[in-house]
């Protein structure tokens, strides 16, 4: 009789209980999430930098923030830049309308409205790309306490 014990993922699937089988499949089951954020992160990272490439060029070779704004109207808000150009742009326009109102006056000179509004578009633009985030460093912090499991001996 040999009494090598077998090792292997076959052996753990035959000899493994509930709580091994139900381990395995929390485990799976996270690894699963966690590679499926990583690689939308990723590709979206990707995507967010040429992006913000383009518009950044453009930005610096613009003549001038008419011609900024004539192609945020044109190709749309695409970038955490593109976004804050356009509120930034948006908040001047909103000011020089508002401007001769008492209720404006008691909010701040322009300067102070732009700061406010670049301010809460960086915040929403950190909220959006930390997303997802929290469920990788839960997996990352709970997945060592599962595992490994130790081998099932039978006797």
Do not use: C
């Not at 076959?10 to 499949?25: E, P, R, T």
């Not at 001769?100 to 300067?111: E, I, L, Q, V, Y």
């Amino acid at each position: 009789m040999n009494d090598t014990p077998t090792l292997g993922f076959a052996h753990f699937l035959a000899q493994g209980d509930f709580v091994s089988k139900a381990l395995l499949v929390i485990l799976l089951g996270m690894s699963v999430v966690s590679w499926t954020l990583i690689l939308v992160k990723g590709i979206t990272h990707f995507i967010r930098s040429s992006r913000a490439e383009r518009f950044l060029k453009m930005f610096w070779e613009a003549p001038s923030m008419q011609a900024v704004a004539k192609d945020i109207a044109a190709h749309g808000v695409h970038d955490p830049f593109s976004r804050v150009t356009a509120n930034a742009l948006q908040a001047i326009q909103h000011y020089a309308r508002t401007a001769p109102s008492h209720r404006m006056a008691d909010a701040g000179t322009a300067a102070d409205l732009l700061t406010r509004t670049n301010n809460k578009v960086l915040a929403e633009a950190t909220v959006r790309l930390d997303h997802g985030l929290s469920v990788l460093a839960t997996v990352g912090a709970t997945a060592p306490t599962f595992g490994p499991l130790p081998p099932v001996r039978r006797l």
